[in-house]
């Protein structure tokens, strides 16, 4: 089937022939969710109804944005939660969109002398208190709710409280992780009596109260601020620092989230919004774009090897860019995406990628995140909001603070501390570790615009993989016409320079592995390549419909009215 029956099964304009052309193993068939008022597409599902709920009690789409991600925080905290950060995107019709940056930042005391002299330097900004970066998410989230939301902070922490409070059934994808991480899980003694009861994993389907976390953000919702900025701040650094960590009450009060300029390029008759630094995720998807920009059809096949050659190429020259230029854009060192995108630096840039070979990248100066999740808002007002948030690794540093039952993040390990991360991305320069600098993240939430009103959102969670899923999912609904549900499901390859490796999903037909090994690639499968979700808002007025879809690779469902 390759090139041509591939492609023409994936290229189909209908969705039951998209979606059962990519149906993957890990997926029964699931038609494409649909609504008409609004919606909320989550990699949980109690998590996308708490959205939901917040929307029918007449919140707009940033008000479910953040009442989902607290949900995710409580159901499904081996991905994000209280102790992380993340970026937002928010798009209104008619309206410049908004990037917020509440990403997190070294603390005051933190250096790289401190890790290497750690009594385990190899495991030190992954695991333990010097790991962890000062949070951003409580007030990242309560900003975007006093900024941009329509409800008071209490009402939007409400549906996470009462998830903590009254309990959920713990999923397949959490008991997997669980199970995987059960020896870390078992250095912290709040960690382990919660999730490995009787010294075993917590099994999938057992239902889990957290009334610590409840309290938590009972408060959080009464106080904002004042809370973050007192005994939360007071709570969480003392964990830290009970487990070797530097960071204080001090750098958690001192705080504060950042509104950036988006990134916009013009693609396929619509604009494609997304976030700029400290993401390069943004930046390595919007070069893809220009290299896609003009190619020939028989490279765009989807389902082909020419196809997934392309994107690999564009991807290894991409990977580079982030390596050598990119970093917290309050700090000096860093280039600006505009000189990186730069037409001309782009036309050289396709004109070395050979469609039969891979090559070394050519460095062209420019003219002078696995435990993360995903999710997408719309309302009845048309206003999307595209969130990721982030502990980095699974389970974060692997450390809570037992009073408030908060996950600390390992985020030290996002910053360039020589020899790259536990992504295995090239070191970075511009991405070192300095005091109150915030790490460079693949996170790469995204809105699409038709005429100046939103009309899509897509992002994705996964380290570095979050750039390239969530590009080739942009690409399927944009290019390819997929419905929401075939674009998520579609199999993915992945490749991020360093290694040398291109990484396929294992749906991936034996032709095209093999068509890509003659082009040079090293191709080693994997079972799953991130995981996404997507919704897309087609016609207005009475005929307006939100199509929604949760990747199945984590087998939840969105919610919507």
């Excluded at 809105?447 to 897509?458: E, F, S, Y």
């Amino acid at each position: 089937m390759e090139p041509r029956t591939r492609a023409r099964c994936f290229t189909a304009a209908t969705l039951s022939l998209a979606a059962l052309c990519a149906s993957p193993s890990w997926a029964f068939f699931r038609p494409t969710m649909e609504f008409r008022r609004h919606a909320v597409a989550a990699d949980n599902t109690d998590a996308s109804r708490a959205g939901d709920d917040v929307l029918r009690a007449g919140g707009n789409a940033v008000d479910a944005a953040v009442a989902t991600a607290l949900a995710l925080g409580v159901a499904s905290p081996a991905s994000s939660g209280f102790g992380g950060g993340g970026f937002a995107v928010i798009c209104r019709p008619n309206q410049p969109c908004v990037f917020v940056d509440f990403r997190e930042t070294a603390p005051a005391a933190i250096t790289n002398e401190l890790l290497t002299h750690a009594p385990d330097p190899q495991r030190a900004s992954h695991v333990g208190g010097l790991a962890v970066a000062v949070p951003g998410e409580p007030a990242g989230l309560a900003y975007l709710v006093r900024r941009y939301g329509r409800l008071p902070l209490a009402r939007v922490t409400a549906p996470a409280v009462n998830l903590a409070r009254s309990g959920f059934s713990i999923t397949p994808w959490l008991g997997d992780r669980v199970r995987d991480m059960a020896r870390e899980l078992a250095l912290d003694p709040a960690l382990a009596a919660m999730w490995l009861p009787g010294g075993n994993p917590i099994a999938a389907g057992t239902r889990l109260t957290r009334p610590r976390l409840a309290n938590t953000l009972a408060r959080y919702g009464r106080e904002g601020d004042r809370y973050v900025q007192g005994d939360f701040a007071r709570l969480y650094a003392n964990a830290a620092r009970a487990r070797g960590g530097v960071i204080t009450a001090d750098d958690i009060a001192a705080y504060r989230p950042v509104e950036r300029p988006v990134l916009t390029r013009e693609f396929a008759g619509h604009t494609v919004v997304t976030a700029s630094y400290p993401s390069a995720g943004g930046l390595v998807m919007m070069e893809t774009l220009a290299m896609l920009d003009g190619a020939a059809p028989e490279r765009l096949r989807h389902g082909s090897s020419a196809y997934a050659h392309l994107l690999a190429e564009s991807w290894r020259y991409g990977f580079d860019d982030r390596a050598r230029y990119v970093g917290d854009p309050d700090n000096a060192g860093v280039v600006a995406p505009a000189a990186l995108l730069d037409d001309a630096r782009m036309q050289r840039r396709r004109a070395r990628i050979d469609p039969q070979r891979t090559s070394t990248v050519a460095p062209d100066e420019p003219p002078r995140d696995h435990g993360t999740t995903h999710l997408c808002a719309v309302d009845a007002d048309g206003t999307i909001v595209s969130l990721t948030t982030t502990v980095n690794e699974p389970f974060g540093a692997r450390v809570v603070a037992p009073e408030l039952d908060v996950i600390l993040n390992d985020e030290i390990d996002d910053f360039s501390l020589g020899a790259g991360s536990s992504y295995g991305l090239a070191a970075s320069r511009p991405n070192a570790l300095t005091v109150g600098r915030r790490p460079v993240s693949s996170m790469t939430p995204t809105v699409v615009l038709a005429n100046g009103r939103p009309v899509a959102c897509v992002g994705a969670a996964g380290g570095p993989r979050i750039t390239t899923a969530t590009t080739q999912v942009l690409l399927n609904l944009l290019l390819h016409r997929m419905d929401p549900e075939a674009a998520l499901g579609a199999p993915r390859v992945h490749h991020q320079g360093a290694p040398a490796e291109l990484r396929v999903e294992r749906e991936v037909p034996d032709d095209v592995r093999e068509g890509l090994r003659a082009r040079g690639h090293t191709v080693v499968e994997v079972e799953s390549l991130a995981v996404a979700q997507a919704l897309v808002v087609r016609g207005e007025g009475s005929a307006r419909r939100i199509l929604a879809a949760s990747d199945p690779r984590k087998g939840a469902l969105p919610a919507g009215q």
